[in-house]
């Protein structure tokens, strides 16, 4: 019997170390994750900061880039020149598409920005019964080897709930993918109505 209690003590153990480390491990990616992205926006962040003028020519790169395009309205939002950012990125969908981006590169999920990510639909679905209705974005996904996920194909990503007032970079509070969610198993559809009922609904 002793044996046994012991067994299950080292089995314990084992899982406790493995979780501290899980732990740690992720801290330190996510604080290096969190240094690079500043990094990507550190030129646009200085002359803002130190109110040297800047032009929507100056912004254009980091509105383009898909990885800082969320970053950069925020700053330019922080100094009361939102004005500058250009008009073809002022849109929920490429907020929507730079928020989903900016998810996936976490190490919990993708630990990577997708090579490749195309809008697919808006999915609406009746938030109360009540025509209070909710929008979910809907995004299709894909990277390239060496990567885990490339074998798979493209994966599924949904960024919401959205409501009829939402401006394009209001922040959305159920973004998420399954990666394992790819177009051949699931609808855009069927994933948007599960990130509402799975994510959304249980916040």
């Known amino acids: 019997m002793e044996v046994v209690f012991i067994i299950i003590g080292l089995i314990v153990l084992a899982i406790a170390v493995f979780a501290v480390y899980r732990l740690v491990t992720v801290k330190r990616q ?3 994750l969190n240094a690079e992205r500043f990094d990507r926006v550190k030129e646009l962040y200085d002359k803002l ?3 040297q003028e800047i032009t929507e020519n100056d912004v254009l790169p980091f509105a383009k880039n898909i990885l ?3 970053t950069a309205f925020q700053l330019l939002s922080d100094h009361d020149k939102t ?15 730079s928020n989903l981006a900016n998810w996936l590169e976490f190490p919990t999920e993708l630990d990577a920005c997708p090579d490749e990510i195309e809008h697919i639909k808006r999915v ?3 938030f109360d ?23 798979d194909g493209w994966f599924l990503g ?19 993918s399954r990666i394992s969610s790819t177009i051949d198993k699931v609808t855009p559809d069927e994933e948007a109505k599960w990130v509402h009922e799975n994510i959304s609904m249980r916040r």
């Open 129 to 151: 019964g009540q025509n209070n209705f909710v929008h979910y974005q809907v995004f299709k996904c894909r990277v390239n080897e060496p990567h885990w996920a490339a074998k």
């Open 49 to 51: 900061e130190s109110g």
């Open 30 to 32: 996510n604080n290096k």
């Open 83 to 97: 004005n500058l950012f250009p008009n073809e990125f002022n849109n929920l969908i490429s907020g929507a598409e």
């Open 158 to 176: 949904v960024v919401g709930p959205y409501f009829d007032d939402s401006k394009p970079y209001d922040f959305p509070q159920a973004t998420f």
């Open 124 to 126: 609406t679905f009746d």
């Open 68 to 70: 800082t395009r969320q």
